[in-house]
């Protein structure tokens, strides 16, 4: 009975998101938004993985995995969230997604905000998307937006963050 009032809710989202009035007009309280400057933080992170669970059937693994991260460099600050992956039998080829909430300073701006986490492997070659879930931001990083890449190099995680904060509405 809860899964389908789950995915009556996610339906009835979908509608509302796909109604081209909801997607072309802006509610008529809250003003335009004003264009954010765009600005840059790189520095480092590292992470710990801890398994949940694994499931292994039909030639793949799916997992659930927590994350914690802490970041260094521009953003000063530690990440928390949820992950859940699948990788084949077939060596370098997986796929991931994940929820991560990051609380400390940005630049010196205090607040937390939440990244979403996608990312796909062929055969060893990386595709991943990591951005800033919209209006998630809090404290001093409300209205945050934006994109982080990620860099594994010799063992040491890097990022690279672009983002803008515009004026929460």
Do not use: W
């Amino acid at each position: 009975m809860q899964h389908r009032r789950v995915f009556a809710l996610c339906l009835g989202l979908c509608a509302l998101l796909a109604c081209p009035a909801y997607t072309q007009t802006q509610p008529p309280h809250l003003p335009p938004k004003e264009p954010a400057a765009p600005m840059h933080a790189t520095g480092t992170f590292h992470v710990k993985m801890t398994p949940q669970t694994e499931e292994k059937a039909d030639g793949s693994t799916l997992s659930r995995l927590s994350m914690e991260k802490q970041f260094h460099g521009d953003l000063e600050a530690t990440g928390k969230g949820e992950m859940l992956g699948a990788r084949a039998e077939i060596q370098g080829s997986a796929g991931y997604v994940a929820m991560e909430r990051v609380t400390g300073k940005l630049q010196g701006r205090s607040g937390s905000f939440v990244l979403q986490h996608i990312g796909t492997m062929t055969r060893g070659a990386l595709q991943m998307s990591v951005t800033v879930v919209p209006d998630s931001g809090s404290g001093q990083l409300a209205g945050l937006a934006g994109t982080m890449t990620i860099k594994i190099e010799n063992g040491q995680h890097f990022y690279d963050f672009a983002y803008t904060l515009a004026a929460a509405p």
